[in-house]
């Protein structure tokens, strides 16, 4: 298995412009999580989703962060318009529901974004 | 919202047992414990997880107390390649039983 697979891995962007994350899970894994990783901030979770539905978003900074996840074997965070202060490592985890949470989450190696 | 708390740094030889421990004061009632190493320009890599009393594992054993405010990840004889960034993971039931990661640990390992 390759594991989670996210891209792109580096992402520079002035501000004001679109920026979009893509995240593709392990096969069979049934819940998706979104991280955001700053010195500041240190690691948080942003939303996540059971069986493509998101359940809890309460971490999305605002209103210019969107997420989706189409299919079972796709997701994308997406920023618009971007800020300096959104630049971090945004990673996606993928993991089995276990029936309690948190459970054993698989990380994919982050997009690194940098916002300028 | 908690805060889920560690101490910032720990310094340990090679061959010691290292004990590390996470504050959760508001865990969710139902949830997990689970505790996550990081390297550089890695994503985080699980490592444990238990509900109560004491899990052991190949590389680790998780220790939480009955009333689960706090929980202790134990590394028995770390060896250099331990030297990483270790992170518990609850559900704080301050924020709606929102998933907090702890404030994260910088584990040294030296000869």
New interface residues.
């Given amino acids: 298995d390759a594991g ?1 697979i996210q891209s792109p891995r580096h992402e520079v962007t002035e501000m004001g412009q679109e920026v979009t994350l893509r995240c593709k899970p392990i096969s069979g894994h049934d819940y998706l ?1 979104w ?1 955001r990783q700053t010195m500041m901030r ?4 942003l939303i ?1 989703f059971n069986n493509n539905v998101p359940i ?1 978003d ?2 999305m900074p605002e209103d210019r962060f969107s997420a989706k996840m189409p299919n079972a074997s796709f997701s994308t965070l997406k920023i618009q318009p971007s800020e300096p202060r959104d630049s971090a490592v945004y ?1 996606c ?1 993928s993991s089995l529901n ?1 029936g ?11 997009t690194r974004l940098t916002v300028t | 919202l908690a805060k889920t708390t560690q101490p910032i740094s720990m310094d340990s030889y090679e061959g010691q047992e290292v004990n590390i421990t996470c504050s959760h004061n508001n865990i969710a009632t139902n949830d997990y414990i689970t505790w996550y190493q990081q390297f550089p320009s890695q994503g985080p890599r699980f490592i444990i997880q238990g509900y109560k009393t004491k899990v052991t594992n190949e590389v680790a054993s998780l220790f939480i107390p009955a009333d689960r405010k706090s929980s202790t990840l134990s590394l028995p004889r770390v060896s250099l390649s331990d030297t990483a960034v270790y992170y518990c993971l609850v559900g704080d039931r301050g924020g709606g039983n929102k998933l907090t990661f702890g404030t994260g640990t910088q584990l040294k390992v030296e000869l």
């Fill in positions: 989670v999580f991280y240190g690691l948080e979770l996540y809890d309460s971490g990673f985890a276990a309690r949470l948190p459970n054993e989450q698989y990380f994919g190696p982050g």
